[in-house]
């Protein structure tokens, strides 16, 4: 049997993707997590606080999947590949309804610090992801977090328009051009562009 706080962690937070944030109310999530008011405020002491909660245990386990895929025994090329093939599967087999932080952030107030800090964490922490990801590629560390935050942006974007337009297309043009991110020769670093800059005028 699920403890009181992870029914209403996990009845939330299918709420927050569903409506929204702010179309969601504290009583209807005592109702349908199947506890009283009591057990509710015996954990969380308000809806903002629930959400906050609900954001950092989406990020753990995120995070520990993410790390997972680095140490995975694969090429670059291919953890690439399959981190947008698994996007696909995921709008085509779910009801997709976008990044849960990205929809959150865009409902919130920004006044309420908390919840937009959360956000910001979690899109740092992927974006730091890509930049890792790049580096495997055997990317310079500068190249590296050049093509990490293009690739950021791509799965970024790919998220977003395939929830606006309902469609997967995005996804898949997404995944080719990241391929091609991570497949390109290394472009020479600035210091290595100087530096030969310098010995041809010798």
């Not at 908390?114 to 910001?120: A, F, L, P, Q």
């Not at 590629?137 to 950021?152: M, P």
Request: proline letters at 2%; charged letters at 30%; one cysteine or more.
């Amino acid at each position: 049997m699920k403890r009181i706080r992870e029914q209403i962690l996990e009845t939330a937070g299918h709420l927050f993707q569903k409506r929204g944030y702010t179309c969601v109310g504290i009583n209807e999530i005592i109702e349908k997590s199947g506890v009283s008011k009591a057990g509710f405020y015996q954990n969380f002491e308000s809806k903002e606080n629930l959400c906050v909660e609900w954001l950092k245990e989406t990020h753990r386990q995120s995070e520990m999947r993410h790390q997972d895929i680095l140490e995975e025994d694969r090429a670059p090329k291919e953890k690439v590949r399959n981190y947008f093939a698994a996007l696909s599967d995921f709008m085509i087999c779910r009801e997709f309804r976008g990044c849960p932080f990205s929809n959150t952030a865009s409902v919130v107030d920004a006044s309420i610090d908390r919840i937009h800090t959360e956000v910001e964490s979690h899109k740092i922490f992927i974006r730091e992801f890509f930049v890792d990801l790049a580096g495997q590629c055997e990317f310079s560390e500068e190249s590296a977090e050049e093509v990490g935050n293009h690739l950021f942006l791509l799965y970024s974007g790919a998220a977003t328009e395939a929830q606006n337009l309902r469609t997967e297309w995005p996804i898949r043009t997404a995944a080719a051009l990241a391929e091609r991110l991570v497949t390109m020769p290394s472009p020479e670093s600035e210091k290595d562009q100087r530096r030969k800059r310098e010995l041809l005028a010798v």
